[in-house]
């Protein structure tokens, strides 16, 4: 069994280089289905989420090669049919269910198992599934699956009751071929949704809006492969912006795009960490004493729930009190558990996480929850007492390349052993 093994109490120095963004590269393959053509996506970073996917499109006949050496996947669909894919695939990753609009705009009709849900949350799909009945898709839910069929996919106006990250992409993806237009509104404003919107308008498709909280899709006939660089992950830039402050160190983050970043980059500088950005990197000094700030999760542009774990690491080193509210998933604290056998002082009380600043944590056997506790728990081993041994690391491969390497190499003592 793999874990990762971190020895506490080293500065860190240097640079290290940001992959482009899992959460931008999920939905564009799964766009890829729009057209009977080939495109290729560079800058591919290789995870685990990102096989799996290629692997659900592989299913529907697609030919997808994904080429290491030069990180980037040419995926052509000419071939693509209408099957329905392996449930144990589906369920394997729910970002699979991002398949369902690009297939009904395709064929006007899908069947697919409902995404199961996973440890942060129930993860509903009732706003993919509003949306999609309000562009006239009939849509049957029977023993766990999904059966959705439209005689024609007609654009229409769709309010979301929550900006949801999938169900925004997911309409998108099943308006770009329909009949007239569709307005999204209270949608996602996400930069991976800016980043999809684009990838679609340059394979032909018509949506302004994308990054506002109103979308509108413009429905065309049909859509071309193009080549395409997606953006820059602000989730691992974020994290490696508190592996700085964590430790007290000043380091270099190369591939950070300052937009994307201001909510993260708004709340180190008020617990006294200096950014100084300069195109598309930052000089992240964190080598003053910081101070606590209280954290409540948000859609964008609020600060972005993917860093609540890693930033409560940060806060239960830091003197004083903080509160730490997340509104986004109904069940995103299971790292607290794991930071407070390291020693910290963590109360929840429902929504919220109440955190006094201890001196120091002691490093011992932990386990990562799901992804983003799993880079909180690297995070509270870096600058705990001894050794910190995080299990199941298997969550923390599905959204970053190589976490430990980018880490030793900016002077971290932690490597991946095998037990
Ligand atoms: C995306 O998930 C991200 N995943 C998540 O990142 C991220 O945490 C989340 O957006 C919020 O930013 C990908 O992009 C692959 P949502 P998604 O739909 O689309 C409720 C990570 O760590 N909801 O915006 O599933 C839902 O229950 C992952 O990289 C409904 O009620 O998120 C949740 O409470 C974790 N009905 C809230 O909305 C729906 O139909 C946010 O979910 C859909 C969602």
Known sequence: MEKILVKGGKKLNGEVKISTAKNSVLPIIAACLLCKGTNIIEN???????????????????????????????INTENVKNIEPPSELVKKMRASFLIMGPMLSRFGKFRITLPGGCNIGTRPIDLHLKGFTFLGVKIDLGHGFVDASANKIIGNTIYLDFPSVGATENIIMASVLADGETIIGNCAAEPEIEDLA?????????????????????????????????????????????????????IKINGINQEHMRPIIAKLSEMGVILNIYGNSVIVDATRKLKPVDIKTMPYPGFPTDMQAQIMSLLSVLPGTSVVTETIFENRFMHAPELKRMGADIKIDGRSAIIRGVNKLTGTEVKATDLRAGAAMILAGLVAEGNTIINDIYHIDRGYVEIEKKLKGLGANIERIME
């Open 44 to 74: 591919v970073p290789m995870l685990e989420d990102v096989f799996v996917l290629c692997e659900v499109l592989r299913t529907l006949n697609a030919d997808v090669n994904i080429d290491i050496l030069n990180e980037r996947l040419i």
């Open 198 to 250: 684009n990838f679609l308008n340059a394979m032909g498709a018509k949506i302004i809006g994308a990054g506002t909280d109103t979308i509108k899709i413009f429905g065309v006939k049909e859509l071309k492969g193009v080549v395409y660089r997606p953006i820059f992950d602000r989730i691992e830039a974020g994290t490696f912006m508190v592996a700085a402050a964590i430790t007290n160190s000043a």
